[in-house]
């Protein structure tokens, strides 16, 4: 048994420490908020944040446009790879970028009157330096979605 748990504890101690996939994801979000808040003007609201309902649920960040919410979804890659990162914002992606952003929009009293959806794809190069490519109003929500306040909660609508 104790053996077991030792095992157990080693495995945990060795997932804390940061992967080179998490520093670069790290890296490139970092990249992404620099370039969003220089070029275009954004408030990065938060960074992170993870709904309450499922910590899998995670938004890299939020920020603002002006009176426009901004979920930003950001994809780190190595130069030359095989899948941008605009196309790794899959469906099943964009099912958990849907749930995480009504919850956080749920957690909003009262809710923005406009919101979107946008990537940053981010090339990490040894060579060159970052390159940040802003998609902007990026198709994750249904036409028509919206969130409308019913009995004290959020309800997801599509018209």
């Not at 495995?11 to 998490?22: C, Q, V």
């Not at 670069?24 to 993870?50: C, S």
């Not at 002006?66 to 899948?83: I, M, N, T, W």
């Not at 990162?85 to 009157?113: D, Q, S």
């Amino acid at each position: 048994m104790i053996g077991w748990l030792q095992d157990v504890w080693d495995k945990l101690a060795h997932r804390a420490a940061p992967t080179a996939n998490a520093e670069a994801g790290a890296r490139g979000e970092q990249a992404a908020a620099d370039y969003l808040r220089a070029r275009h003007g954004f408030a990065i609201v938060t960074r992170n944040w993870r709904s309450p309902r499922d910590q899998r649920d995670e938004i890299d960040l939020v920020c603002r446009d002006g009176d426009v919410l901004v979920f930003v979804e950001v994809k780190a890659r190595a130069e030359g790879a095989l899948v941008s990162g605009f196309e790794a914002v899959n469906a099943r992606k964009k099912r958990a970028l849907r749930r995480a952003v009504h919850a956080y929009l749920g957690a909003l009293t009262p809710p923005p009157r406009t919101f979107r959806f946008d990537v940053a794809e981010v090339t990490l190069s040894e060579r060159l330096p970052v390159q940040v490519m802003h998609y902007e109003n990026a198709p994750l929500f249904p036409k028509g979605y919206y969130v409308a306040r019913q009995s004290g909660s959020l309800d997801e609508v599509a018209k």
